[in-house]
Structure formats: C-alpha cells, structure tokens
C-alpha cells in the first residue's frame, strides 16, 4: 500500500487513529484542559505565521539536518514523552524508540510510561531522552537517575510546568480513571474497537511501572489526578540546581514559557530550554509557545526545543524562523501509532521530511539556518 496516497497527512492519521481506540484512550490523548482554549491558541498562532515565496532561485536540494547539543541531526524532529503512551497502542514505548532510533533521531521516555528504563533498554538509539517528573524523596531521585543513566537515557529533561494536576475535563467525561480499570462503561468502548483490544489483551492492561516501583498503592485515585503524584513534587530552584549537580549528561528544563525564567535557567548551568505549555494540557489561560520563542530566543543563547500544537513540516519551518533550534511532537506520533501501528510513526517522519522539503524549496531556503532571513508578513 502507498501510505502517501492514503494518509499524505497527519490529519488523515488522526482520523485513523480515532477509529481504532477506544473513546476513552482517544479522549486522553487528544483532550486538552478547561475550554481547550490553549490548544486551540497553539495551532492558530501557528497559522499566523506566514511567508513570502522566493523566485527565480534555480535548483535546490533542501537540507533539513540541523545540530542540537553537540549531535547532528538529519530532520530537527523528536519524539516527546507522553505519560501511559501504552495506552494509546500496546508496547507504544518500544514502537516509538525503534523508529526514533531508526530514523537518527531523539526519543523522550516519560517517568509515567508503561515501561521502565530497564525495559527499553534494547530498543534505544543513540538519541535516548528521559523525561522527570521530580520525586520528593531524594533516595527515589537518585535511583530513579542512576536507572535512567544505566538503561542508556543520555539527556535528562527536567518537567517543571506541572505543579498541581490539571482537570481535563473531556478525559473525566470520557470515564477514564488513572490507572485505567475497565469498568461496564470503558467495557462497551473497548467492544467497539477489537483491534486495539485484542493488542491490548495480548500485551496486557497498561500501568505505570516505574511508578509501581516506588509507590505500593496507586490505584483508587479519581480520573482528575495522576498517579506520579504520589511521589512527585513541585521542584524549585534548589531542586533544580541539585539535579544539575547530581546528573552526568545533558539536562533540559521543559516548560518555559517566559524570558526573565530563560534567563536565570542559563545562568544555572542548563544545557537548553524546552518552550511547552503542555500541548493545552495544564493551563488554559497560556500563550502559543510559538508566541512566547521570541522573546526567549532575544533572553537567551542556550538551544531552544519547542513543542505544543505542530502538526507540519511548515510548522517546524516557522519555528526555526523564529529563533528555535528543534522541534518535539508527542500527539503527531501517538496518532500515527494507533492509526497504522509501527509503521505509522516512520510514515509520519516522511510526512514531515517531505513537507519541510517542499516548503523550503518555495522560500529557496537551503538550509534550516535560512529561515531567519525569510520576509515574513
């Protein structure tokens, strides 16, 4: 089958993915919080960033290989951590980490995935991110990085934009509960999809493993709150600054979203900073990240990563226009999987690879680097 032919977008993904997973896995992975006003403000700010299309500038073959952190790239793409991203499709975490790895490019583990360090251990690149969640117990800090390390996670990212859980209230509506059980109602959902209950059934309801570890009871809480809960906490500077001296590799914060913080985070000793409001997923009162690169990339000479809302190659062309050094997708990806399985994902990549291509052939850009000097209006 032509993939391109029947799926040349990410939209069409989604709308596959959609017809393959329960409502309520659905509803997790798409759903953003409050009146998903933030989620909506992330793709809109997108739009708003337009061209003007270069001519007459002859022959070109686009290079979209870009550097971050000492290592080379050949697309500025990773893949971002989504929490119980086996519960979008069965053994989601070793999927995604293959075709990352395939592809030469970063994969991000969450601290609240289904599987453990240890776990992907044989499906990692050389490109392996893992995703903290701060505990409060330094015993837990130390072991949970000494795993990660361990297991083969070269770069820590440090989530600092969740300090209390977010309501996401299509998530409620849907029936969902952390961890999942199957209940009467979920039941009837997972009746209507027998492709993702019979991979499910196989490999196992999902639950979060590393939490599991360190937190004998997770089970009971209500579907507003999550489970990492038990052990996290919301870090200061302190804390951060405890991370940066307790971690041999690289170290990202993830979740700025304003300029005076870029500015104290570098002088802290961080390596780069990753733009996010959470995909929509926390605050429904935040700037697009695309709104807020600016002004961050004018406070600061660290690399910026940027997530939330980028669903294009185009949209990757406009954040390096202004000022990001590479972009992370977490949905993108999670749609693709459900949508075909591990083929998705890899499909996905040459969807965005193409898009980047095309579009910087329009601006006769041959580099990513040209996009600084692309007119905008």
């Not at 226009?321 to 591990?342: I, K, N, Q, T, W």
Request: net charge neutral; hydrophobic share 45%; glycine share 6%.
């Amino acid at each position: 089958m032509d993939l391109h032919a029947k799926y040349p977008a990410l939209s069409d993904l989604r709308a596959q993915a959609q017809r393959r997973v329960p409502k309520f896995v659905w509803e997790y992975l798409d759903s953003a919080t409050g009146d998903e006003r933030t989620k909506a403000r992330n793709r809109a700010k997108l739009d708003d960033i337009l061209f003007t299309p270069s001519i007459l500038h002859g022959d070109m073959t686009p290079d979209t290989s870009c550097s971050l952190l000492g290592q080379s790239y050949p697309l500025p793409i990773g893949m971002a951590p989504i929490g119980m991203s086996g519960l979008m499709w069965p053994d989601a975490e070793f999927s995604l980490a293959r075709t990352a790895a395939a592809a030469g490019i970063p994969y991000c583990l969450s601290t609240v995935a289904t599987k453990t360090p240890e776990e992907m251990t044989p499906h990692l690149g050389e490109n392996a991110w893992f995703q903290l969640y701060p505990p409060r117990d330094e015993t837990i800090r130390k072991d949970l990085l000494q795993r990660a390390k361990a297991a083969g996670f070269s770069t820590l990212v440090l989530t600092v934009d969740v300090p209390t859980a977010s309501r996401r209230e299509r998530q409620v509506r849907s029936g969902l509960t952390t961890p999942p059980r199957l209940t009467p109602r979920l039941l009837a959902q997972v009746a209507a999809r027998p492709a993702w209950a019979m991979a499910t059934a196989r490999a196992g309801m999902p639950r979060m493993k590393l939490i599991d570890d360190y937190a004998a009871e997770v089970s009971g809480l209500s579907s507003t709150a999550h489970a990492g809960y038990l052990l996290r906490t919301s870090p200061d500077w302190d804390y951060l600054t405890w991370l940066r001296d307790h971690w041999d590799g690289h170290f990202v914060v993830k979740g700025v979203m304003r300029s005076d913080d870029a500015q104290r985070l570098e002088a802290a000793g961080v390596d780069a900073l990753w733009l996010s409001n959470h995909a929509g997923r926390q605050f429904d009162a935040a700037p697009a990240t695309i709104e807020a690169l600016p002004a961050i990339r004018a406070a600061t000479k660290l690399p910026l990563i940027v997530d939330s809302g980028f669903e294009t190659g185009l949209d990757i062309l406009r954040a390096f226009a202004l000022g990001a050094d590479f972009v992370f997708m977490g949905r993108g990806f999670h749609y693709a999987l459900a949508a075909l399985g591990e083929s998705g994902p890899a499909h996905l990549i040459d969807i965005l690879a193409q898009d980047m291509a095309a579009n910087m052939g329009q601006l006769g850009t041959p580099t990513l680097a040209d996009l600084n000097n692309v007119p905008r209006t």
